[in-house]
């Protein structure tokens, strides 16, 4: 046997091996990658099922009580603004997702103000259909913190994977941004029935 095939084929077997563990870095950077994907789509479908409740809230409201225009108007428009803003989450930039963010509080604070006000109207608050479209709604409540959490974990192990060396020298995924609370958030919501 020569002796130059030695170090050749000892050559041909590290680029191999090097070959095969960038690919497998790449393949595993896709699927995390992926899973941010499904989460964030998770997370578009709760707030789009709320918005969607929205709707029917507002028209139950509307047809059961002499309602404050002004609430059910802000409660509409706060909606339509949330429906208007999207995101791609290959590209979310945080800025992006702080303006996400700060219209879908638009909707939960407005909200909020519809629910308090409702208070004054006993018939609405006996409704069936009007108590079976607040537990959904809080059902849908629940399930947005679910997904949003679960967007968080797989924007964390991504961000851990691609930005770990030595996977940041074979990938060229960019770091992506967290959920975060809107400002203010912190603050308990202030409830009064005197209005």
């Known amino acids: 046997m020569k002796k130059w095939l030695i170090p050749v084929g000892i050559i041909v077997v590290l680029i191999a091996i090097i070959a095969f563990w960038s690919i497998g870095i790449k393949n595993t950077g896709l ?25 029917n809230l507002v028209n139950t409201v509307k047809g059961a009580a002499d309602f404050e225009k002004s609430t059910l108007t802000a409660v509409i428009e706060a909606r339509a603004k949330a429906t208007s803003v999207t995101i791609d989450p290959s590209n979310v930039t945080p800025e992006q997702l702080a303006q996400y963010n700060q219209a879908q509080s638009g909707v939960s604070s407005s909200l909020s103000r519809l629910l308090v006000s409702v208070e004054q109207y006993p018939t609405l608050k006996a409704n069936e259909n009007f108590l079976k479209l607040q537990d959904e709604l809080a059902s849908t409540e629940n399930q947005i913190l679910t997904a949003r959490t679960r967007f968080n974990e797989a924007v964390q192990d991504y961000n851990g994977y691609v ?18 609370a809107v400002a203010g958030a912190e603050k308990p919501v202030e409830v009064n029935f005197n209005k």
């Open 31 to 55: 699927q995390k990658n992926q899973a941010v994907n499904k989460e964030w789509g998770n997370v578009s479908t709760t707030y789009q099922r709320r918005n969607d409740l929205i709707g």
């Open 163 to 180: 930005l770990a060396i030595p996977n940041s020298w074979f990938l060229s995924y960019k770091e992506k941004p967290y959920f975060e």
